[in-house]
């Protein structure tokens, strides 16, 4: 400041009176505490606006991520129970021989099958007194043949009632071998005389399981926390918890009862997911959680916790490097403006009167000139667009062209070269009519195709609506395939089971076009499926406003190098077709107000198409097939 005064002083007492100079040096050291405090202040708010956004954009992957988990274990605990129910059924346990060769080397065989999905190691057979006549274990491990299991409270449980046929979900406990597991199992009961036989079951080592689907060792990291129906820790990355009740003291004590986590865990446990940020001591996390159904019965809980100070790393030290920047850049200009001030002030009531004058011209000029540049700008801009959209629509048109008189032009030539053919071989005529016909549906249905893609690029795509049940579409629809399979690939199974056939699932929709989207998706898992099964699958979403349709099949997978385009037009990786299928079943679907999507299955044998649709409201549903244009 002193600096500034002797500049103001040698600028001549002309220029400055007291009074005056002591208001300048009072006015510049009030802008600069001012410009300074402002930058601290919107400092901090804009790193804690953007430390929010970045807990936000987390919390909504780890809830995407979480439920995916939950489904995923659901999913593959749901495939070992559909074994052990299979396993119950067959001819030598319905004989009530629980221990001779052909059980133990059907055992075996479905050992393999749930040993190549998940780390279950021990399937085992009870008999009506609850001693393990047969048990499937690793290599050089016990297989405590003999043994009476009793004691164990979840064989209590699951053979307290024996005229219940149903499955059983275990809690948590330690085995015989020490480890703690959960039990999945099923009883045997004779279908013809209800005799009770015993139960076939699968004990699970549940730090190994739940492994399986994420960190549950580095507590410093995304892990798991995963519990049982009493609230007990089933898999956790603190080992000092395993095993114990969430709501007990021990547990409590560790976590300082915090109240948030506290009601978030009730919630889980109550079957609902939720999220939520707390601090117990340990620092700051992030949870979101998700009950994992069996049957629709939430049978375990999965919670995925992360540090948040794991989230903020990505982005401290460019924060801190821009702040360094900017503060620099503030003090620079804050130096700038102070010599800028007394230069100005000091030529200031020379220049003032011209300045006004100047400005004044200027500023008319200016204006003029933005307007006419904003116009030019906007002309030059629709030019630029108007440029850009005949360049990618002639693109689109030649690439169109292109790959339909192609396509048309196969099934175009084998007509007429069988239709040639028909007057040299008369006796090969339902021979050469069945070609004929067959590239001619394909030629109809190229055509058909060809039109669809011009009406929704056209806009001219409509829909006729109507109220159907989707069980009944379905039946129809999986039927018809099933006939198709059976006359050509018996090495593929078509399943679709309807779990309620006295229920019924209404939307408002196309049939017609409903109906072309699952052709387009069953041809594609038929085309790339050799041998196996495809599963056609439709439930409710959870708030049931929606019907989920999947179909899974087991056969290539979708391909890498064109999973990011895969609803684009005339993307595709087979020999045949245009690639227009799963184009236009997004363009109807998406017509609809659903969804569609499709993923490669974990173990990387086969692929699911997934689509979506509103669900009609029951209570205010008319009448089924009733017209709604």
Known sequence: ?????????????????????????????????ISYGLFFYLQSVTENDIKNSLIEQQRQRQIESTRAISQNIGSNLDSIMTRLQLLAGSADLQGGQLSDNSTKRLLEEVYRQITAITPADRLFILDKDNIVKTNIVPKGENTFVGTNISAFNWVKEATSDRNNNGPHFSDGFIGLDNKYRIALSYPI???????????????????????HYGNIHDVNSQFLAVFDRNATYLAVGIKELLGKNFFGEFTQKFINHNPVLNNLSRNLFAGNEGYGVYDYGR?????TQFPIFMNGVPEYFVQVVTPTQLIYSQINDVLFTQRIETFTLLAGITAAIVILIVFLVKWNNILRNEVKNRTRDLESSLKKLELKEKELNKSNNRLESANEQLKLHDKMQKEFINIASHEMKTPTQAILGTSGLLQYYPERRDELIEIIRRNAKRLQTLTSDILDVTRIE???FHLEKERFNVFELLSEVTKDYMEKIKSGNNDIKLIYEQQNINHQILVEADKGRITQVLSNILNNALKFTDKGQIVVDVHESNDKKEIIVSITDTGRGISKDIFAKLFSKFVTKSSQGTGLGLYISKSIIEAHGGRIWAENRKDNTGATFIFTLPKVNEDLAGGVGENHR
């Open 458 to 460: 056209s806009q001219t």
């Open 283 to 287: 620092g700051e996390r992030l949870t």
């Open 1 to 33: 400041m002193d600096f500034l005064k002797n500049i103001i002083k040698g600028g001549g007492a002309s220029f400055f009176s007291g009074k005056t100079m002591k208001i300048a040096i009072v006015s510049i050291a009030s802008i600069v505490i």
């Open 189 to 211: 009961i004779n279908r013809q005389t209800t005799e009770y036989f015993g139960l076939i079951g699968v004990a699970i080592p549940t730090e190994s399981f739940f492994a």
